[in-house]
Nanobody, 124 residues
Framework: EVQLQASGGGLVKPGGSLKLSCLTSGFTLDRYAIGWFRQAPGKGREGVACISSKYHSTHYADSVKGRFTISSDNAKNTVYLRITSLKPEDSAVYYC?????????????????WGQGTQDTVSS
């Protein structure tokens, strides 16, 4: 069974940084590209980054380029999202989800299933 669990969220001050983790099970990271998404209160779910472990490639939404870094550790079946220079508008529930393929070409669409999210709140 494909399962994902995001963790690492919390309360962070503006300008700070955070590293989110997405622990996966039921598949290897070479099988599916993994995307990170976020949903702020009252807004739709937004794709922010995607990583293909098989093709060693990453993709970022324009709105987060330069501040977000996605990475993976195949041995730990875990994908990470590091966020720096946090802004209040980064406050959201962050989710990870596998794509239906091993590359990010259809990202942010073609989601296999959603994992549980982790709340990130940026506030002074």
């Amino acid at each position: 069974e494909v399962q994902l669990q995001a963790s690492g969220g919390g309360l962070v001050k503006p300008g700070g940084s955070l590293k989110l983790s997405c622990l996966t099970s039921g598949f290897t990271l070479d099988r599916y590209a993994i995307g990170w998404f976020r949903q702020a209160p009252g807004k739709g779910r937004e794709g922010v980054a995607c990583i293909s472990s098989k093709y060693h490639s990453t993709h970022y939404a324009d709105s987060v380029k330069g501040r977000f870094t996605i990475s993976s550790d195949n041995a730990k079946n875990t994908v990470y999202l590091r966020i720096t220079s946090l802004k209040p508008e980064d406050s959201a529930v962050y989710y990870c989800a596998p794509q239906g393929r091993s590359d990010c070409r259809k990202y942010p669409n073609d989601i296999v299933t959603w994992g549980q999210g982790t709340q990130d709140t940026v506030s002074s």
